[in-house]
């Protein structure tokens, strides 16, 4: 079955940029959307069609495609983006909807 | 405003049956995709299904396939999830979800979910 492949963990210091990465085989052909999910809450979309961002987004947050690895990247880190994020994609014949393992941000 | 709202949670026994609703609104139901996603407690995402705005076309997470039926009724403005053989590994938070993957307005929707747990 297909994967999607993040890290687990990633730390950061308030103020710095923080990358989040995404690998996949069926990415340089399907796009990735991604999500942010704080405690309690359900996942809000922040990045879609690999580097699009929605309307209420705050800038800071952008998306990019290389191959198979997709990044999203929060410039400029606050302490309101402390949450799990996760990129969800399809296999390449888009039968099947995948969410990467998610990645649990930290800001210091 | 667009609202999911599930219901038909609760607690079920290995092996037993559960059928999970989402009831629409604020939207033309029927001319939307809709897919179930859950999450076990302390754990990641896993999409579940997906059915096609008609009905016609339905995808299944191999976890959950030949146990899972998921189906819709467009005059009722709802989305169903049927689960039997019920397992714990099957024990998570069970979210409606609209638009989640292959949108263009950079919208998506969620509903508040509704929490399965399958013990004895």
Redesign the interface.
């Known amino acids: 079955s297909y994967e999607l492949t993040q890290p687990p963990s990633v730390s950061v210091s308030l103020g710095q940029m923080a990358r989040i990465t995404c690998s996949g085989e069926a990415l340089p052909k399907k796009y990735a959307y991604w999500y942010q999910q704080k405690p309690g809450q359900f996942p809000v979309l922040v990045i879609y069609k690999d580097s699009e961002r929605p309307s209420g987004i705050p800038e800071r947050f952008s998306g990019s495609s290389s191959g198979t690895i997709v990044t999203l990247t929060i410039s400029g880190v606050q302490a309101e983006d402390e949450a799990d994020y996760y990129c969800l994609s399809a296999d390449s014949s888009g039968t099947y909807v995948v969410f990467g393992g998610g990645t649990k941000l930290t800001v210091l | 405003e667009v609202q999911l709202v599930e219901s038909g949670g609760g607690l079920v026994q290995p092996g037993g049956s559960l059928r999970l609703s989402c009831a629409a609104s604020g939207f033309t139901f029927s001319s939307y995709e809709m897919?179930w996603?859950r999450q076990a407690p302390g754990k990641?995402?896993?999409?579940v299904s997906?059915i096609s705005s008609s009905g016609s076309t339905i995808?299944y997470?191999?976890s959950v396939k030949g146990r899972f039926t998921i189906s819709r009724d467009n005059a009722k403005n709802s989305l169903y999830l049927q689960m039997n053989s019920l397992r714990a590994e099957d024990t998570a938070v069970y979210?409606c979800a609209r638009d989640?993957?292959?949108?263009?307005s950079?919208?998506?929707y969620?509903?508040?979910?509704t929490l399965v747990t399958v013990s004895s």
Do not use: T
């Open positions: 897919n996603v990641g995402l896993e999409w997906y995808y997470a191999d979210y989640i993957y292959g949108g263009n950079g919208k998506a969620w509903g508040q979910g």
